[in-house]
């Protein structure tokens, strides 16, 4: 990704959105039994959770300079997301604290394959303009949001503005919407947000509903036209990535995943890793399919330790041909 900065910035990259510990429960079978029945799975895990948290913990581990912008509460589920975004390298200065609010916490049920998700958002929506001054903006080459949807009514009346700014700065933008609970898929401040981003990155379903289409060829000819390039998660099948007529489709060998919880987060963080890094879009698709395969090897999207030097060995596996 380039930029007009002749100054170099503090940070590669500033993720913006959510920040929460996620209770995994990993087995099998881990659908409840409700009148009060015991159910035993394989494990249960607290870890970092949360997609922006999961994005920018990935990003520090593959090299990247990386500070967090998310709202927590005064509480140990805060202090905890505190020490595991500080023991891997991101920045947390910048973090907003809301007391009187509970931080976030989600649980996440996984049985390998798939997964059911439940949120309690806390201080998740907290997220004001306040939060994101300039200045700090202004100290990145690159600005990444995450779950758009959940920061919406807080941050949405804001954010294509600051997102503008940063880019009359120099950095790029990205933006990872993630599901939209409330099903609107892109009302309100959405349009003005999307027009001051540089790289879209949903997975296939949320690109359909985004574009209020049937098929993925429709979604990506529509939501190209609106922002400059897309990327789309294909889950085990790789990636799409398009930049007008240019189109590439990435597909890797088959990993057994243990469990795929925060893969598309971990695959954002390889591709920006990537592009910040100067790679060509091919080699930086190749990079992020490679980092979202080896996240799934451990439990949570923080579980798997990624290093740079395996990512970019697993990577060298990845076909990517033009497509679709």
Request: aromatic share 4%.
């Amino acid at each position: 990704m380039s930029s007009n900065r002749t100054v170099e910035p503090a940070f590669d990259l500033i993720v913006i959105g959510d920040c929460n510990p996620d209770v995994l429960v990993v087995g099998s079978d881990v659908t409840p039994a409700f009148g009060q029945e015991e159910k035993l799975v394989d494990s249960m895990s607290l870890v970092a959770g949360g997609s922006a948290a999961i994005t920018a913990v990935a990003a520090a581990r593959l090299g990247l300079r990386v500070a967090l912008v998310a709202a927590i509460g005064a509480d140990a589920a805060g202090d905890f997301m505190l020490g595991e975004l500080a023991s891997a390298g991101v920045d947390t200065g910048s973090m907003p604290l809301r007391a009187g609010t509970p931080t976030g916490m989600t649980v996440a049920l996984s049985r390998g394959d798939d997964r059911a998700i439940l949120t309690a958002p806390g201080t998740i929506g907290a997220l004001t303009q306040a939060d994101l001054p300039a200045a700090l903006l202004a100290r990145t080459r690159h600005v990444h949001v995450s779950s758009y949807f959940l920061l919406e009514q807080s941050l949405g009346p804001a954010l294509a503005a600051a997102l503008a700014d940063a880019r009359a700065g120099g950095a790029t933008t990205s933006l990872d919407t993630n599901w939209d609970p409330a099903g609107a898929w892109g009302a309100e401040f959405f349009p003005e947000v999307l027009a001051q981003t540089d790289l879209l990155l949903p997975n296939e379903a949320e690109a359909e509903r985004l574009a209020g289409v049937a098929t993925l060829p429709e979604a990506v000819a529509s939501l190209t036209k609106a922002v400059g390039r897309i990327v789309v998660k294909l889950g085990a099948r790789g990636a799409l990535y398009a930049d007008g007529p240019r189109q590439y489709l990435a597909t890797l060998p088959q990993l057994t995943p243990v469990d795929t919880t925060g893969a598309g987060d971990c695959f954002n963080a390889g591709l920006l890793t990537g592009l910040l890094r100067g790679l060509e879009p091919t080699e930086a698709l190749a990079l992020a399919c490679a980092t979202g395969a080896l996240s799934t090897q451990g439990i949570g999207g923080s579980g798997y330790v990624l290093e740079l030097t395996a990512a970019l060995e697993l990577a060298r596996e990845v076909t990517v041909r033009p497509g679709p």
